[in-house]
């Protein structure tokens, strides 16, 4: 006799972290998903040099739904990363943090000035996770960067199509990321063009991480007036 798969919608808790307070004065909002195996805790604290340059600069980091130890759990010790999905399951996972990332820029924006600017910034799975979420988001951010990670090619083209019309899209790669090779950053650049968008590619001398430089090259430019 076979199982038969059901679902079951159910309320649970998510955990995001922020770096400054959401007021009339926020000019910016950055909404920062991190990469697999990763947690929000201290993925955040990549941005903290931002924020305390830029006060009106508000940073959020939602953090995925699952989490699971990374080593031998010895002791209860174990290092502990999360996930935005597998693929298991994939398509109820995809819509579970939806409809999280929703609710919580909905919370976020509600607090803010209605001129407020939003940048989002997926790290590695978290670009993926990105690029899904903002199809069904609730606003228009300013600018999509997408850093150690890609857009994912098995979304719909005429939704990835509508999706990235107007939106300035940014590529962000260490010049040693073992994920990211030149034939894949080229292969992607030429995935969005035939969607119509010509991404800004930055690089960095480095691997699979974040770079504070380049982040802040990136707040300068977000900082434009041609994004307000």
């Known amino acids: 006799m076979t199982a038969q798969e059901h679902h079951l919608a159910v309320t649970r808790t998510a955990r995001y972290f922020q770096l400054g307070?959401?007021?009339?004065?926020?000019?910016?909002?950055?909404?920062?998903?991190?990469?697999?195996?990763?947690?929000?805790?201290?993925?955040?604290?990549?941005?903290?040099?931002?924020?305390?340059?830029?006060?009106?600069?508000?940073v959020v980091a939602p953090e995925g739904l699952s989490r699971f130890y990374l080593e031998?759990?010895?002791?209860?010790?174990?290092?502990?990363?999360?996930?935005w999905m597998t693929r298991e399951d994939r398509l109820a996972e995809i819509d579970d943090y939806v409809h999280y990332l929703n609710q919580l820029t909905d919370r976020i924006l509600?607090?803010?000035?209605?001129?407020?600017?939003?940048?989002?910034?997926?790290?590695?799975?978290?670009?993926?996770?990105?690029?899904?979420?903002?199809?069904?988001?609730?606003?228009?951010?300013?600018?999509?960067?997408?850093?150690?990670?890609?857009?994912?090619?098995?979304?719909?083209?005429?939704v990835a199509a509508q999706l990235l019309r107007g939106l300035p899209v940014t590529l962000v790669a260490g010049t040693q990321d073992p994920f990211v090779a030149p034939d894949k950053l080229a292969m992607q650049q030429q995935f969005?063009?035939?969607?119509?968008?010509?991404?800004?590619?930055?690089?960095?001398?480095g691997n699979h991480t974040l770079h504070a430089e380049t982040l802040r090259h990136i707040h300068s430019r977000s900082s434009l007036a041609d994004f307000a």
Request: with cysteine.
């Open 21 to 58: 307070d959401v007021s009339a004065q926020t000019r910016q909002v950055w909404v920062v998903c991190h990469g697999y195996g990763q947690l929000a805790e201290y993925f955040i604290r990549h941005f903290a040099v931002l924020v305390a340059a830029d006060p009106t600069l508000v």
């Open 72 to 83: 031998n759990n010895t002791n209860g010790r174990g290092r502990i990363g999360a996930t």
């Open 110 to 158: 509600a607090a803010a000035s209605g001129n407020v600017r939003v940048t989002v910034l997926g790290f590695s799975q978290g670009a993926a996770t990105v690029s899904r979420w903002l199809t069904r988001a609730r606003f228009k951010p300013v600018r999509l960067v997408l850093w150690a990670g890609v857009f994912p090619p098995d979304m719909e083209l005429p």
């Open 192 to 205: 969005l063009k035939k969607l119509g968008v010509e991404p800004e590619v930055l690089r960095f001398e």
